[in-house]
């Protein structure tokens, strides 16, 4: 997320259409007064997008290593592009977060799938994985770092009963966003880990459930 | 698991709980690491093993210690003295009951190359005897698989490797990361930090899982044999009950062995060059898991693609695998020529297990109905600990129609309590 937009920049040209919940925050923030008390808020409104951002930024990565292992290098690369270009903030206003959790749901997809099949992954594609999963392991501070802001905001005695309930709608839905994706990619780790067993067993849909009722 | 040897011989032997005194928890003398069969049929029997961990005395040497420290780091309880003048009857020692290979060809979809399977399969088991009175106390079966897939078949020589590699020393993992998936050892200490060996529990064996006609006939065309799926699945349930339960097995091998079996083994630490030669006792308890039909099924999905189902629509595959076992306990009787012995818990059930998948993919169906067994022994065994009336709501098979759920928990419930003597919460913790 745009985390540069905590205090309003005079550049920023909101474009809601993108749904930039950093930019719906600050304006949130902004409206009323420029009260001196508020800073504090911002600054804890820095910390919290710029700890989501890191997340993404790092789960991407971690994504990328994963596509790296199981053979493509051409979602590896999209991966890291689309890294690159939240890194730089330019995806604020671009949906960026949904385009994260397409990312990482495909790959969790994909993955299934493969381990669903019960087809096994080489030494090297096993250590591209596990490089992927220690960056998702990495983000477990970024996210102390969502959950200390989020509570410090929600604490917040500058901020009104409204004030926070807005800001905390949009931020638990920033959140919720961001633990999806990181969800699909620790679903994509355990996938990998029971493609060296034998293979991932699940339990079938009620149509192909009813071809078995006489057993 | 092709490596268990069962020479047969005619000798009844008491179970382990009449020939010991019951309440006090078992000392045992290490006597180092070993390998079922005999010196002399090494290199057929362990085609790769052979090349290095048990080459030699000096190769096994250098494994003993490691395994014994690991069970110490991670099992407190049990008594292993590491003293040759030590007066304990009882002596423990870990043999390497089997190693198989399989090499599986197969189209990986994201490439659309050729790739190969590398299937490693390690028994190692924790065998505890009498060396004075040649007889077997108890058997822990532990069975270790990994998978690995690679892009050109591998050699020989690399699968030896990757087999003598697996006994390594665990590397130390962070916390928080996970320990590599080839670590071996580092299950087999969670396995055997587990081990509770006393005088009181009892010994259970797996029957020969048996195959009615028309399974054998699905196996066979399947491309697998039913006499190796049998010997396989029966090496697996046997590991599987032992584990679950905490309890020693009575290994038949898929042979048919008995009470007065023989346990050939060479274990040159313990007893110098050649093998030693051990009597298997009865089991206390059998368990029969016998497969009466397999089917396979499928079905083609419409599913939206992406997070939102905002990537349009694609078919999807769902293939399922489906089985009725015939799962029965009895209590071991050797002198009731007959029934040999009586029967304690007798149910059908079934099994059912599905993937999905998009595009193209090529399954053997022997291979899948191996999965999906193996996979149903687990559940089996979860159940017989701490049976769930939920899951017999889903597994009692159809045959089974007018059989409360609830009545056939109760009765297997009564049976782990009353006649095993295994409470579902001292095995969990353990």
Same mark, same amino acid.
């Given at each position: 997320?745009?985390?540069?937009?905590?205090?309003?920049?005079?550049?920023?040209?909101?474009?809601?259409?993108?749904?930039?919940?950093?930019?719906?925050?600050?304006?949130?923030?902004?409206?009323?007064?420029?009260?001196?008390?508020?800073?504090?808020?911002?600054?804890?409104?820095?910390?919290?997008?710029?700890?989501?951002?890191?997340?993404?930024?790092?789960?991407?990565?971690?994504?990328?290593?994963?596509?790296?292992?199981?053979?493509?290098?051409?979602?590896?690369?999209?991966?890291?592009?689309?890294?690159?270009?939240?890194?730089?903030?330019?995806?604020?206003?671009?949906?960026?977060?949904?385009?994260?959790?397409?990312?990482?749901?495909?790959?969790?997809?994909?993955?299934?799938?493969?381990?669903?099949?019960?087809?096994?992954?080489?030494?090297?594609?096993?250590?591209?994985?596990?490089?992927?999963?220690?960056?998702?392991?990495?983000?477990?501070?970024?996210?102390?770092?969502?959950?200390?802001?989020?509570?410090?905001?929600?604490?917040?005695?500058?901020?009104?009963?409204?004030?926070?309930?807005?800001?905390?709608?949009?931020?638990?839905?920033?959140?919720?966003?961001?633990?999806?994706?990181?969800?699909?990619?620790?679903?994509?780790?355990?996938?990998?880990?029971?493609?060296?067993?034998?293979?991932?067993?699940?339990?079938?849909?009620?149509?192909?459930?009813?071809?078995?009722?006489?057993? | 698991?092709?490596?268990?040897?069962?020479?047969?011989?005619?000798?009844?032997? =008491?179970?382990?709980?009449?020939?010991?005194? #019951?309440?006090?928890?078992?000392?045992?003398?290490? =006597?180092?690491?070993?390998?079922?069969?005999?010196?002399?049929?090494?290199?057929?029997?362990? $085609?790769?093993?052979?090349?290095?961990?048990?080459?030699?005395?000096?190769?096994?040497?250098?494994?003993?210690?490691?395994?014994?420290?690991?069970?110490?780091?991670?099992?407190?309880?049990?008594?292993?003295?590491?003293?040759?003048?030590?007066?304990?009857?009882?002596?423990?020692?870990?043999?390497?009951?089997?190693?198989?290979?399989?090499?599986?060809?197969?189209?990986?979809?994201?490439?659309?190359?050729?790739?190969?399977?590398?299937?490693?399969?390690?028994?190692?088991?924790?065998?505890?005897?009498?060396?004075?009175?040649?007889?077997?106390?108890?058997?822990?079966?532990?069975?270790?698989?990994?998978?690995?897939?690679?892009?050109?078949?591998?050699?020989?020589?690399?699968?030896?490797?990757?087999?003598?590699?697996?006994?390594?020393?665990?590397?130390?993992?962070?916390?928080?990361? *996970?320990?590599?998936? #080839?670590?071996?050892?580092?299950?087999?200490?969670?396995?055997?930090?587990?081990?509770?060996?006393?005088?009181?529990?009892?010994?259970?064996?797996?029957?020969?899982?048996?195959?009615? *006609?028309?399974?054998?006939?699905?196996?066979?065309?399947?491309?697998?044999?039913?006499?190796?799926?049998?010997?396989?699945?029966?090496? $697996?349930?046997?590991?599987?009950?032992?584990?679950?339960?905490?309890?020693?097995?009575?290994?038949?091998?898929?042979?048919?062995?008995?009470?007065?079996?023989?346990?050939?083994?060479?274990?040159?630490? =313990?007893?110098?060059?050649?093998?030693?030669?051990?009597?298997?006792?009865?089991?206390?308890?059998?368990?029969?898991?016998?497969?009466?039909?397999?089917?396979?099924?499928?079905?083609?999905?419409?599913?939206?693609?992406?997070?939102?189902?905002?990537?349009?629509?694609?078919?999807?595959?769902?293939?399922?695998?489906?089985?009725?076992?015939?799962?029965?306990?009895?209590?071991?009787?050797?002198?009731?020529?007959?029934?040999?012995?009586?029967?304690?818990?007798?149910?059908?059930?079934?099994?059912?297990?599905?993937?999905?998948?998009?595009?193209?993919?090529?399954?053997?169906?022997?291979?899948?109905?191996?999965?999906?067994?193996?996979?149903?022994?687990?559940?089996?065994?979860?159940?017989?600990?701490?049976?769930?009336?939920?899951?017999?709501?889903?597994?009692?098979?159809? *045959?089974?129609?007018?059989?409360?759920?609830?009545?056939?928990?109760?009765?297997?419930?009564?049976?782990?309590?009353?006649?095993?003597?295994?409470?579902?919460?001292?095995?969990?913790?353990?």
């Amino acid at each position: 997320m745009n985390t540069r937009n905590h205090s309003m920049p005079s550049h920023a040209k909101p474009r809601w259409s993108g749904q930039a919940p950093a930019v719906a925050v600050m304006a949130v923030l902004c409206f009323g007064a420029a009260q001196p008390a508020r800073a504090n808020t911002g600054g804890e409104m820095a910390v919290f997008y710029l700890s989501l951002k890191g997340i993404q930024v790092a789960a991407l990565s971690g994504a990328a290593d994963m596509w790296k292992a199981l053979g493509s290098a051409e979602k590896a690369q999209e991966c890291l592009g689309l890294a690159s270009d939240l890194d730089k903030g330019d995806l604020a206003n671009e949906d960026g977060m949904k385009k994260f959790k397409a990312k990482t749901a495909e790959l969790s997809q994909t993955i299934g799938e493969l381990s669903e099949a019960g087809l096994p992954l080489s030494r090297e594609q096993q250590a591209s994985a596990q490089k992927g999963a220690l960056k998702l392991a990495g983000t477990t501070v970024l996210w102390a770092g969502v959950a200390i802001s989020a509570v410090r905001i929600a604490k917040d005695g500058n901020l009104n009963m409204l004030e926070k309930i807005a800001i905390g709608v949009i931020m638990a839905g920033e959140v919720k966003s961001a633990a999806d994706a990181t969800g699909n990619l620790l679903s994509a780790w355990k996938a990998y880990r029971s493609m060296t067993a034998a293979g991932a067993l699940k339990e079938p849909s009620k149509e192909l459930a009813a071809q078995f009722a006489a057993l | 698991m092709t490596a268990f040897l069962g020479v047969l011989l005619a000798a009844p032997m =008491c179970a382990l709980a009449a020939s010991v005194q #019951d309440g006090a928890a078992m000392e045992v003398r290490y =006597c180092g690491i070993g390998f079922l069969g005999k010196d002399a049929d090494k290199k057929n029997n362990y $085609r790769y093993l052979s090349q290095s961990v048990i080459k030699d005395n000096a190769s096994l040497g250098k494994v003993s210690p490691l395994l014994l420290s690991l069970t110490r780091d991670a099992n407190t309880h049990l008594h292993i003295v590491d003293d040759s003048s030590n007066g304990s009857n009882y002596s423990l020692s870990y043999i390497i009951a089997g190693e198989k290979y399989e090499r599986q060809p197969f189209v990986y979809p994201l490439t659309h190359q050729t790739r190969y399977n590398n299937i490693f399969t390690v028994m190692l088991n924790t065998v505890v005897f009498d060396l004075q009175q040649g007889q077997v106390i108890g058997i822990y079966p532990w069975i270790f698989q990994y998978n690995e897939a690679s892009d050109a078949p591998l050699a020989d020589g690399d699968i030896a490797k990757r087999f003598g590699e697996f006994f390594r020393k665990p590397e130390p993992v962070a916390e928080g990361e *996970e320990p590599p998936a #080839d670590a071996m050892l580092t299950a087999w200490s969670k396995s055997v930090g587990g081990l509770a060996m006393s005088f009181k529990a009892n010994t259970i064996s797996a029957s020969p899982v048996q195959f009615s *006609e028309d399974a054998a006939k699905l196996i066979m065309d399947g491309g697998s044999t039913p006499e190796v799926m049998s010997r396989d699945l029966t090496t $697996r349930y046997e590991a599987i009950l032992s584990q679950s339960l905490r309890l020693p097995v009575i290994p038949s091998g898929g042979g048919g062995a008995g009470a007065g079996d023989q346990f050939v083994a060479a274990i040159p630490s =313990c007893v110098g060059q050649g093998e030693v030669t051990l009597t298997l006792p009865a089991p206390a308890y059998r368990f029969a898991f016998d497969v009466g039909v397999l089917k396979s099924g499928s079905v083609v999905h419409s599913v939206k693609r992406g997070p939102d189902g905002d990537q349009g629509t694609v078919d999807q595959n769902e293939v399922g695998y489906g089985a009725r076992i015939h799962v029965q306990v009895s209590q071991t009787d050797e002198s009731d020529t007959v029934n040999h012995g009586k029967l304690i818990l007798d149910n059908r059930l079934r099994a059912i297990n599905a993937k999905t998948y998009i595009g193209k993919r090529e399954f053997s169906d022997g291979d899948q109905f191996g999965k999906l067994l193996v996979n149903f022994m687990t559940q089996t065994a979860n159940n017989i600990v701490d049976p769930q009336e939920k899951w017999f709501k889903e597994h009692l098979s159809a *045959e089974e129609s007018k059989t409360k759920p609830s009545a056939v928990q109760s009765a297997w419930s009564k049976f782990v309590k009353e006649k095993l003597h295994v409470n579902p919460k001292e095995v969990a913790h353990k």
